[in-house]
């Protein structure tokens, strides 16, 4: 079950679970649009991997299967992996 987190890991913006510009990798690592298009280039800086639009749970799940709550939050900052580290 996604975790459907709260918030961009770079710039902490809100990402309620009905946000259609949320992006996530395999990992579950989420991000806004505009920082994995601008900032990342596409690449997540976690594990290297790419970006998928996060799914949108439907209302009635969210009761039964709420989103998490815990922000996440890059405290060394946001920034692409270089090409050869992942």
Same mark, same amino acid.
């Given at each position: 079950? @996604?975790?459907? +987190?709260? =918030? &961009?890991? /770079? &710039?902490?913006?809100?990402? *309620?679970?009905?946000?259609?510009?949320? %992006?996530? &990798?395999?990992?579950?690592?989420?991000? /806004?649009?505009?920082? $994995?298009?601008? %900032?990342?280039?596409?690449? /997540? *800086? =976690? /594990?290297?991997? =790419?970006?998928? $639009?996060? *799914?949108? +749970?439907?209302? #009635?799940? @969210? $009761?039964?299967?709420? #989103?998490?709550?815990?922000? %996440? @939050?890059? #405290?060394?900052? &946001? #920034?692409?992996?270089?090409? =050869?580290?992942?």
């Amino acid at each position: 079950m @996604l975790e459907l +987190r709260p =918030n &961009c890991e /770079c &710039c902490d913006r809100d990402l *309620p679970p009905e946000a259609a510009d949320a %992006v996530i &990798c395999t990992f579950e690592c989420t991000f /806004c649009s505009d920082c $994995a298009k601008g %900032v990342l280039g596409g690449t /997540c *800086p =976690n /594990c290297g991997g =790419n970006f998928s $639009a996060r *799914p949108i +749970r439907p209302t #009635a799940m @969210l $009761a039964k299967y709420p #989103a998490s709550t815990k922000r %996440v @939050l890059k #405290a060394e900052g &946001c #920034a692409p992996l270089p090409r =050869n580290a992942a």
